[in-house]
Nanobody, 121 residues
Framework: QVQLIESGGGLVQAGGSLRLSCAAS????????MGWLRQAPGKGREFVGA????????YGSDSLKGRFTISRDNAENTVYLQMNSVKPEDTAVYYC??????????????WGQGTQVTVSA
């Protein structure tokens, strides 16, 4: 099994920055991709982006790609989400996810508990 622990959420003003971290433990050798999804109040879960062990990145949309950056430290089994120029609509619970098999949104077998990000206007 793989365990994922997120950190770094909180309250930030619009236009500001925040960095989320997610540390994996357990059978981390199995992990192929790590990434982030988010869920805003009253909405479905949205794919933010992910990164493979070899460095391939994908993002959920061009809008997210222009403001958010995913990076990964394979040695520490940690993935990061750098959020810049945040907007109130970025308010959501952000979930870290990991996959043994692929990077697309349907492939994640392991999930963290989520961390709240709130962006004030």
């Amino acid at each position: 099994q793989v365990q994922l622990i997120e950190s770094g959420g909180g309250l930030v003003q619009a236009g500001g920055s925040l960095r989320l971290s997610c540390a994996a433990s357990g059978r981390t050798v199995r992990i192929y991709a790590m990434g982030w999804l988010r869920q805003a109040p009253g909405k479905g879960r949205e794919f933010v982006g992910a990164m493979t062990r070899s460095g391939v990145r994908t993002y959920g949309s061009d809008s997210l790609k222009g403001r958010f950056t995913i990076s990964r430290d394979n040695a520490e089994n940690t993935v990061y989400l750098q959020m810049n120029s945040v907007k109130p609509e970025d308010t959501a619970v952000y979930y870290c996810a990991a996959s043994d098999t692929g990077i697309t949104v349907t492939n994640y077998q392991y999930w963290g508990q989520g961390t709240q990000v709130t962006v004030s206007a």
